[in-house]
């Protein structure tokens, strides 16, 4: 198993500016992923965590917004980029083992921008 | 990635045995069947995972019938700790892109 660590776990932010969130795992994992999750609804992956190299995003969602980074198997960060209040969301961090198909999820980032 | 369909809302009773059938009607011959929990203000927990009969663990059973095209997961006698978003995923496994594509869930209200 896994666990998972962010920071922070909420922020208000005013519109404009950027916000990074650190996720931790507590072991070496193959996969990382970011999600969002909208107060009521379901998650929506933003993008794969690749190491060492450039992530994958899902359609509608662009680098230049939500620049990520991993620089090693067990850290990654997101970035919102130039937020608005549209951003406000909770922000989840996931990471998962090749072995298996179940992935270990942190406990969230709630964003608010004002 | 197979798309999936569950109810949106279920209401049960402590004690009672509550089952949650998803479809999955494209689901390709690579993808297993896995299920999630998630309580308010948490992540996602993994509760199951089968690729066909019945797969059993010490939370639910997950039942899939041969064609594979629905699953129904069983929780045996919910208490009220089980109220919670239940998801229903299709995917293949970690080590072919492991990238999950959460539907709508199924919000599971259990009253004493």
């Known amino acids: 198993s896994a666990v998972i660590s962010q920071k922070p776990s909420r922020d208000i932010c005013q519109r404009g500016t950027s916000l990074t969130i650190q996720c931790q795992v507590d072991s070496q994992v193959t996969m990382m992923f970011w999600y969002r999750q909208q107060p009521g609804q379901s998650l929506t992956l933003i993008a794969t965590?690749?190491?060492?190299?450039?992530?994958?995003?899902e359609s509608g969602f662009v680098i230049d917004k939500f620049p990520i980074s991993r620089p090693n198997l067990t850290f990654s960060t997101l970035t919102v980029s130039n937020m608005s209040p549209e951003d406000s969301s909770i922000y989840l961090c996931s990471a998962g083992l090749a072995e298996n198909n179940e992935q270990f999820f942190g406990p969230g980032t709630r964003l608010t921008v004002l | 990635l197979a798309k999936t369909t569950q109810p949106i809302s279920m209401d049960s009773y402590e004690g009672q045995e509550v089952n949650i059938t998803c479809s999955h009607n494209n689901i390709a011959t690579n993808d297993y069947i896995t299920w999630y929990q998630q309580f308010p203000s948490q992540g996602p927990r993994f509760i199951i995972q089968?690729?066909?009969t019945k797969v059993t663990n010490e939370v639910a059973s997950l039942f899939i019938p041969a064609d594979r095209k629905s699953s129904t997961l069983s929780l045996p006698r919910v208490s009220l700790s089980d109220t919670a978003v239940y998801y229903c995923l299709v995917a293949p496994n970690q080590n072919q892109g492991g990238k999950l594509i959460f539907g709508q869930g199924t919000e599971l209200s259990v009253k004493p």
């Open positions: 965590a690749n190491q060492g190299s450039e992530a994958t995003y």
């Open positions: 089968g690729y066909k």
